[in-house]
C-alpha cells in the first residue's frame, strides 16, 4: 500500500512534468505562438529568462512532489491533502526567494482561492489555454505560463466520485469548503505554473545599488 502510494505519486509527478515541458512543446509550435497578431505581450522574451522561469519552475516541482511523496508514503492521500494546504504556498515562498523569481500555480477552477492568477497570466491563457508561453510585461518582466495537465494518478485528489479515493472528499470539504478542483478526467487541463522573472536590467541596476551601498 505504501509502495503503491509512492510510486503513484511519482509517476504522478514525472508525467505531469513530462506533459509539460515535452508533451506541449512538441504540440504546439512556440515561435509562432509567440509572435502572432493576438498576442498580448508582443515583445521579445531572452532565452536566459526563459531558462531561469523553467529552472524555478523544476525548482517548485521537485520541492513539492519531494514533500508530497514523503507524507503520502508515511500516511497516505488523506494526510498529504492536509500538509499540502499548510505547506504547498510556503514552498512556493521559498522556491520563490531562492530563484529570485515570484512563482505559484494557478487554475480555472481552484481548490485554494488563495492560488489567483496574476492579471497578465489570465490573460495569456484565455488567449491560448494549452500552450506553454512566454510573455514580456510592461516593466520589462518576464512571464512564464507553462500548462499542467492530469494523469491518471492526480485523480485521486481531483477526480470523479468513481475515482477520488476514500477519505478524500470528506478531508476536501473540510479544508477547501470551496473546492472546484474534483470532477476531472484524465487529459484534462487542470492549471498552469506562473513564473515572473524580474527583467535582466532591473536586477542589473539592484546589483550596482547594492555595490553603492557598501561602498
Ligand atoms: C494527495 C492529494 C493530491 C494529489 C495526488 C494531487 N493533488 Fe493537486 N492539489 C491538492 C491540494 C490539497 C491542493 C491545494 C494546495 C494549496 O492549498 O495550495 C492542490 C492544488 C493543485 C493545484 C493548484 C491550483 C489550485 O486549484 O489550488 C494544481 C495545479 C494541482 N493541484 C495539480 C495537480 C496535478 C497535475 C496532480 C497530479 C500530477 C495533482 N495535483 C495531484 C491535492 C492533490
Known amino acids: 500500500m505504501m509502495r503503491q502510494s509512492r510510486g503513484v505519486l511519482l509517476a504522478c509527478m514525472?508525467?505531469?512534468?513530462t506533459l509539460v515541458f515535452v508533451g506541449c512543446n512538441t504540440k504546439s509550435t512556440p515561435q509562432a505562438s509567440q509572435s502572432g497578431a493576438d498576442d498580448p505581450f508582443p515583445g521579445v522574451v531572452s532565452e536566459d529568462a526563459k531558462a531561469r522561469a523553467i529552472a524555478a519552475?523544476?525548482?517548485?516541482?521537485?520541492?513539492?512532489?519531494?514533500?508530497l511523496m514523503e507524507v503520502m508514503q508515511a500516511d497516505?492521500?488523506?494526510?498529504?491533502?492536509?500538509?499540502c494546504s499548510k505547506e504547498a504556498n510556503e514552498i512556493a515562498k521559498v522556491v520563490s526567494q531562492e530563484q529570485g523569481v515570484r512563482i505559484g500555480r494557478t487554475s480555472l477552477q481552484l481548490r485554494n482561492p488563495k492560488n489567483q492568477p496574476p492579471e497578465w497570466a489570465e490573460k495569456l491563457f484565455r488567449n491560448?489555454?494549452?500552450?506553454?508561453q512566454f510573455a514580456r510585461l510592461d516593466d520589462d518582466t518576464v512571464g512564464a505560463l507553462l500548462p499542467i495537465k492530469l494523469q491518471a494518478k492526480?485523480?485521486?485528489?481531483?477526480g470523479t466520485k468513481e475515482t477520488l479515493v476514500p477519505g478524500v472528499p470528506e478531508q476536501l470539504a473540510k479544508l477547501y469548503p470551496d473546492d472546484e478542483a474534483t470532477g476531472y478526467t484524465e487529459?484534462?487541463?487542470?492549471?498552469?505554473?506562473?513564473v515572473e522573472v524580474p527583467a535582466a536590467?532591473?536586477?542589473?541596476?539592484?546589483?550596482?545599488?547594492d555595490a553603492d551601498e557598501k561602498a
Open 201 to 209: 536590467s532591473a536586477s542589473a541596476s539592484d546589483l550596482l545599488d
Open 14 to 17: 514525472l508525467t505531469c512534468s
Open 128 to 132: 491560448k489555454p494549452h500552450d506553454p
Open 154 to 158: 492526480c485523480l485521486m485528489c481531483h
Open 187 to 194: 487529459g484534462n487541463l487542470r492549471g498552469w505554473f506562473w
Open 76 to 83: 497516505g492521500p488523506v494526510k498529504a491533502i492536509e500538509v
Open 57 to 67: 519552475k523544476d525548482a517548485l516541482f521537485s520541492k513539492l512532489s519531494g514533500r
